[in-house]
């Protein structure tokens, strides 16, 4: 049916007449299709349109935050503590990188760390960002590292706000939570025997029987060698951070600076480590890589074999200045048998592509024959003569 119509109008569609919500009008009049407001029946459509969808949104974000919540909770670590089972208790040492406390953790003696890199407010979130997601990668290897020389790890935590501190350090008495937003915290057993360090203060003195030296030095050689197979540089070798139990066996510790060797050297570099230990390559600030390990392994062998410590009385530029330049180190006494000295010799050499892998290490140490002596000559029987006897010196 086609009618004309006015005001230039051609012939217009017939339709029945529908209300907005769809349902067909009772009466069967029709209306004339150019005489319909489509401009308010699109606006009516579009606030329709608009209002479903946010409901629709509003019940699939909360789908997806339900679902995100489940995920977050699946997405847990497999090296993630639950700071509830974690008791701290006192303070045991105070290190470059953190706080050691004793404390157990489901029912298992810890020694707990607290490593913060630094005071809050000097780095960038970005920086702080790009040094947790470091410490997770790290970690999520340090879990998986089982070996009698290296202290076992039990877990870590990003979420240290949950921990519970000692307020007083003497007596463990007292909670707080006051802690560094960048802190993260380590768990690993705890061993009663000390540090190396201590041990060796403790014998100072009377010294060690050359039996004992090579032993220790084999523990340390072993455990290093372990890390090292598995990319791990420790990058803090000295006697202070290692640890023994109760029957005198040597395990690694504190991991703070340690990281996952970098396929190119240039990616690691760095002055990180403790003065009088560090390579020259490393107090350079020269690509470096596991070797620098082994150049500190040459000094904590000087160090257990002589019960001393190394360059006691120089300053910090000084050593720095002359075992870079002036290839400083440790002297060697004139008892100190032949081939343990070339050892302490080829680990700190300068030049690190001589010095050898530690796994050869552990070999030269276990061919040292420790049945006839040649420990270094206690104070009180150091008269001189023992000393120079060729047999015994490098």
């Known amino acids: 049916m086609a009618e004309s119509g006015g005001g230039g109008a051609s012939g217009k569609v017939l339709r029945p007449s529908r209300s907005l919500d769809g349902s067909e009008a009772a009466s069967s009049a029709y209306i004339r299709a150019d005489k319909i407001d489509l401009k308010s029946l699109d606006l009516q459509l ?3 349109y608009t209002k479903s969808y946010k409901a629709a949104a509003a019940g699939a974000g909360a789908a997806s935050t339900t679902s995100s919540s489940s995920s977050k909770e699946r997405a847990r670590e497999e090296w993630e503590i639950d700071p509830s089972k974690l008791d701290i208790r006192y303070v045991i040492a105070h290190g470059t990188y953190g706080t050691v406390y004793r404390g157990t953790y489901d029912s298992r003696d810890v020694a707990v760390k607290i490593l913060d890199w630094g005071e809050d407010g ?3 979130e970005a920086e702080t960002a790009q040094l947790r997601t470091s410490f997770k990668h790290e970690v999520a290897v340090w879990h998986k590292l089982d070996h009698p020389n290296v202290t076992k790890f039990v877990g870590a935590s990003m979420g240290t706000t949950d921990l519970r501190l000692p307020e007083n350090s003497s007596t463990g008495t007292g909670r707080s939570t006051n802690l560094p937003a960048r802190a993260c915290c ?11 360090k201590q041990y060796l203060i403790k014998n100072s003195r009377r010294k060690l ?3 004992v030296v090579v032993q220790l030095a084999l523990d340390l050689s072993r455990g290093l060698s372990y890390l090292h197979s598995r990319k791990i540089v420790h990058r803090d070798v000295k006697s202070e951070n290692m640890l023994l139990d109760n029957q005198r066996n040597l395990k690694i510790a504190d991991f703070g600076v340690a990281r996952v060797e970098a396929q190119n050297p240039k990616d690691m570099t760095g002055a990180t480590g ?4 560090m390579a020259p390559e490393v107090l350079e600030g020269k690509p470096y890589n596991r070797k620098c390990d082994v150049y500190s392994f040459g000094i904590c062998l000087w160090e257990i074999y002589c019960c001393d410590m190394p ?3 120089l300053s910090f530029a000084d050593v720095s200045s002359k075992v870079v330049h002036q290839n400083l180190r440790p002297d060697i006494p004139r008892c100190c048998p032949t081939p343990m000295a070339n050892i302490m010799k080829r680990c700190w050499d300068a030049n690190p592509e001589k010095r050898p892998d530690m796994e050869e290490v552990v070999r030269l ?5 420790t049945s006839k002596g040649g420990g270094m000559i206690p104070e009180d029987q150091n008269t001189g003569c023992f000393c120079f006897f060729r047999a015994r010196g490098p």
Not at 274 to 277: D, F, H, K, N, V
Not at 365 to 369: C, Q, T
């Open 274 to 277: 403790t003065l009088g230990y």
């Open 365 to 369: 140490l276990e061919s040292l024959d």
């Open 209 to 211: 029987a050359y039996k």
């Open 46 to 48: 579009e606030k329709q």
């Open 186 to 196: 380590v768990v690993v057993e705890y061993l009663q025997g000390g540090t190396l």
């Open 122 to 124: 000097y780095a960038t």
């Open 311 to 313: 360059y006691p009385d």
